[in-house]
């Protein structure tokens, strides 16, 4: 049974951070790009980024490209996203999900699999 458990979310100020994570099982870890998409209310899907388990290679969205800073640790099949500056405009809930395709999660908001999501709100 294919599992992504997310845990970390919470309230936070603006300028803040948190750190999620993202425990996985039930599939072959290599052979996904792992990571986060996330959506707020009344919004489509955000691809925000993932980590090729095979070659390490790391993907964000534009948006959080120099303030979010995704890592693994493949022996616990584990991935975790610090969030450092965060902006009220980040506030969603972040699901974990697995994809073969990093573009595909990240710029499209795609995945084969998912989590159930945690909740991220930042304050102005």
């Known amino acids: 049974e294919v599992q992504l458990v997310e845990s970390g979310g919470g309230l936070v100020q603006a300028g803040g951070s948190l750190r999620l994570s993202c425990a996985a099982s039930?599939?072959?870890?290599?052979?996904?790009?792992i990571g986060w998409f996330r959506q707020a209310p009344g919004k489509e899907r955000e691809g925000v980024s993932c980590?090729?388990?095979?070659?390490?290679?790391?993907y964000y969205a534009d948006s959080v490209k120099d303030r979010f800073t995704i890592s693994s640790d493949n022996a616990e099949n584990t991935v975790y996203l610090q969030m450092n500056s965060l902006k009220p405009e980040d506030t969603a809930v972040y699901y974990c999900?697995?994809?073969?395709?990093?573009?595909?999660?990240?710029?499209?908001?795609?995945?084969?699999?998912w989590g159930q999501g945690t909740q991220v709100t930042v304050s102005s």
């Open positions: 999900a697995a994809d073969p395709m990093g573009f595909r999660l990240v710029d499209y908001g795609l995945a084969d699999y």
């Open positions: 039930g599939f072959t870890f290599d052979d996904y790009c």
């Open positions: 980590i090729s388990s095979s070659d390490g290679r790391k």
